[in-house]
């Protein structure tokens, strides 16, 4: 029991000094040599919150320099970009400019002292669609050949807005005032042609051909041919034919001349067989042939009406 009253008294006296130190050293100045403990980041990290810091700065440096460079080629200005230029009627785009991918615009026209020019590798296609987005129209602009798609084809004159040329499915109109075809083999057509007027150009000839087929010239009020100032030929291989199912077929010339015709055979005597006949007279078959008879004192063409035999 001693032993431990003697080890309570100990202690006591233990924690009785260690409270004077501490008072003391409280109220005591610090000594110079007194161990401080920093507050921080500091070796490997510190180290690498630099390189950190001045990877940052260089990579804004790097792209402020890119961003300066790209106005200055692109030629970004307050106005536009380049050759591109915003106004208040819309987009103004100057030089040749290239697009990748469609390009949806509602109206475009060049400047006035130089004309729109739209240049493709393939063709040009230009399309027009409705408030559904169906295709009502389609230009096509090819290597091989120009396409139009549409319920109606107009082409319009500058000046007085006039129709010179209109297709649809019905019918093709022309509405200028003159059709000039150059074409060495001329103007071909698979079916009829109506028209008022057909004339060829002055000083040259007008010529209606169908090569293996027949020419018909139809007209319910008649069919006019008139040469005023030449000759008016119709020649044929076979037979020419002058129908008139109720009027009359009417020659009036100062001279009419029937060539090539059959001539027979008469003689009266044989002193004028042996004369050069000069006259004859024109004979009439049951068929409506005609040949020419020797002329006589008389009518010959009952003498010489053998030819109807044989016609």
Known sequence: MDRS?????E???MTREQYILATQQNNLPRAENAQLYP???YGWRKRCLYFFVLLLLVTMIVNLAMTIWILKVMNFTVDGMGNLRVTKKGIRLEGVSEFLLPLYVKEIHS???SPLVLQSDRNVTVNARNHMGQLTGQLTVGADAVEAQCKRFEVRANEDGRVLFSADEDEITIGAEKLK???TEGAVFGHSVETPHIRAEPFQD???ESPTRSLIMEAPRGVQVSAAAGDFKATCRKELHLQSTEGEIFLNADTIRLGNLPTGSFSSSPSSSNAQQTVYELCVCPNGKLYLSPAGVGSTCQSSSNIC???
Do not use: A, H
């Open 206 to 208: 007008l010529r209606l």
């Open 309 to 311: 035999l044989w016609s």
């Open 111 to 113: 400047r006035k002292d």
């Open 11 to 13: 202690e006591l006296k």
């Open 39 to 41: 507050v921080g980041i």
């Open 181 to 183: 075809v150059t074409g």
């Open 5 to 9: 009253t003697n080890l309570d008294i």
